[in-house]
């Protein structure tokens, strides 16, 4: 069984979602783009544990926290999942409320006829919902799940029970939430999970509550609990008959079954010995957080092989995990499970899926879109450019497109270091959640611009001054923000727009300290300025791999600095945070 279709209506940051899956997928995308929300609407409708919970959503689960309309009607949570590839004993369960799929045009077949579903691209599959309301008379929020197929003739539909559920095989794992009772014995942890899965009902409950309730709890007169507890029993008998309040200790109480099932948990050696030589043991989740993360993952194999067919959702697995380690989980869980869906921000993670698993997801206004990553590039380059180009571009919000390495790390550092200066006039790239990546080449600028833009992304770019107007427009069609610089080559910019006095310094520097290279003329007082502007360009250009125009310019003050590279750095700031003006910047500044 694998999960095909997502439509999500109302819940949480989600106004609307039409979302189609891979067989393998995984979901990437800026922080608080509805990642988790998509996982979690899907635990509402196939999580066998989550309508357990009570309540099964409230206030906050609504868009905008809106639950009534202006007559005081309920505007309900609507999720609707699409299931597939369904096996030959649940095809014969849910054989009432199977439809047929248009896997060309992701749709429903609306009464085919029957030669129809015997097309290739024609697949039987399952559609299950949810429904959130709240309930004016109750004064309560409910939750409800069913079968979206046949509606029955009063409009409602059949319930799509617990048992049902269990036949869809789908699991959520909230990777540092379930860590944490992985190994314990409350409802829905994993242990429990593979418990069930083996049909075993552990019969300890009366014993363990028995022998808790007789445990005197300090006793030991050295205490002084135990006078104290005298004292308070005398005083009482001088004003009630003897029979009350009689011999007090402390033991525990309030203690049920639940109660249990939350403090029972595994304990693990922690590789220490104690004075007497005896391992130390402690709750498997006092271990590291890797330790942990490993266990619950061999967990999932277990349960993976148990349930034979089962549809994992997975939020970032790489969390305290070390690249070979990620790479591992991800080929054991893909493996062993009908299906794998993760959320993920590690470059080691993506490169194990296809581009076309690779869902990029974005959300503008409540509409959350997923678009295939489909990166521009060879296949058989895939693996080393997703981690050494492309990785954080997709997982960011906005990004700014360079031509080089040269530009790449110069703007980046140069703009953390203007933050630290005037925060007032200038923030980092990273904090205003802007990926850069280099084009390697001023003819893939355009085409890069145009890719992460058709992904969702505020798209911007840094380059050279074009031979004519016609490249320029090819460039700032593409983008949403583009920026042309005054020189052809960012080294000749540097050279030709910087502070003189200040690049005299940075050679005076480098000089000082032997690094000037041998085959490269030195600069002295002699030198001439267009020696001098010839003799730094060729030095730029031999120590590329060295940042030396970052080093150069990040020692630079402001009034330093190319007017150019100052303005495009507030302009892309302003374009942010547009309601913040400094009345020292122009729209000029950017283009010099």
Known sequence: ???????????????????????????????????????????????????????????????????????????????????????????????????????????????????????????????????????????????????????????????????????????????????????????????????KLRELKPQMWEDVLLQLREISVASKPELGISEILTSVQNAVRELVPVECADAPSIRVSQMTREHLRQILTVFMGTGVCNDDGVEYAAPFNHQGTGTINTLVLSLLSMIAELKQNVIFAMEEPEIAIPPHTQKRIIKSVVGKSAQAIFTSHSPYVLEEFDPTQIIVVDRKNGVLTGVPAQLPVKPKDFRNEVKRRFCEALLARRVLIVEGRTEYDTLFRLAEKLETERPDKFSSLGSLGIAVISADTDS?????????????????????????????????????????????????????????????????????????????????????????????????????????????????????????????????????????????????????
């Not at 990437?28 to 309540?55: F, H, M, Q």
């Not at 004016?136 to 559920?165: M, N």
């Not at 910019?493 to 041998?518: C, F, Q």
């Not at 400094?582 to 000029?588: I, L």
């Open 1 to 195: 069984m694998k999960i095909i279709n997502l439509k999500i209506n109302n819940f949480r940051g989600i106004k609307h979602c039409d979302l189609n899956f891979a067989a393998q997928t995984v979901l990437v995308g800026d922080s608080n783009t509805g990642k988790s929300t998509i996982l979690e609407a899907i635990d509402l409708v196939l999580g066998p544990e989550r309508a357990s919970r009570r309540p099964v959503i409230d206030e906050h689960d609504f868009f905008v926290g809106k639950y009534l309309d202006h007559e005081n009607k309920s505007i309900d949570i609507r999720i609707e999942v699409t299931v597939a590839d369904l096996d030959l004993e649940q095809r014969a369960h849910f054989m009432n409320h199977i439809e047929w799929w248009n896997t060309e045009s992701f749709s429903i077949l609306q009464e085919p006829p029957p030669e129809s579903t015997d097309s290739e691209n024609i697949i039987p599959v399952l559609r299950v919902g949810f429904r959130g309301y709240y309930d004016a008379e109750e004064d309560d929020f409910f939750g409800e799940t069913f079968f979206v197929s046949p509606e029955l003739d009063d409009g409602k539909h059949e319930v799509f029970r617990t048992s049902d559920k269990r036949r869809c095989g789908f699991l959520y794992l909230r990777t540092l939430r379930t860590g944490n009772r992985a190994l314990s014995l409350e409802r829905g942890s994993l242990l429990d999970i593979i418990l």
């Open 444 to 592: 893939q600028v355009a085409p890069l611009g145009e890719y992460f833009k058709k992904l969702g992304k505020t798209t911007y770019a840094i380059y050279d001054k074009q031979p004519n107007d016609k490249d320029s427009k090819k460039i700032s069609n593409n983008v949403d923000f583009s920026y042309e610089s005054p020189e052809k080559g960012f080294e000749r910019l540097v050279v030709n727009h910087t502070n003189k006095v200040a690049l005299k310094r940075y050679v005076d520097l480098v000089i000082a300290e032997n690094k000037w290279p041998s085959h490269i003329e030195k600069i002295n007082d002699e030198t001439t300025s267009d020696d001098f502007n010839e003799l730094l360009m060729k030095y730029f250009r031999h120590n590329k791999a060295e940042s030396s125009v970052a080093d150069c310019l990040c020692m630079c003050v402001e009034t330093e600095l190319p007017k150019y590279i100052v303005g495009t750095l507030q302009a892309i700031r302003l374009s942010i945070i547009p309601n913040e003006v400094n009345p020292d910047f122009t729209d000029d500044d950017a283009h010099e």
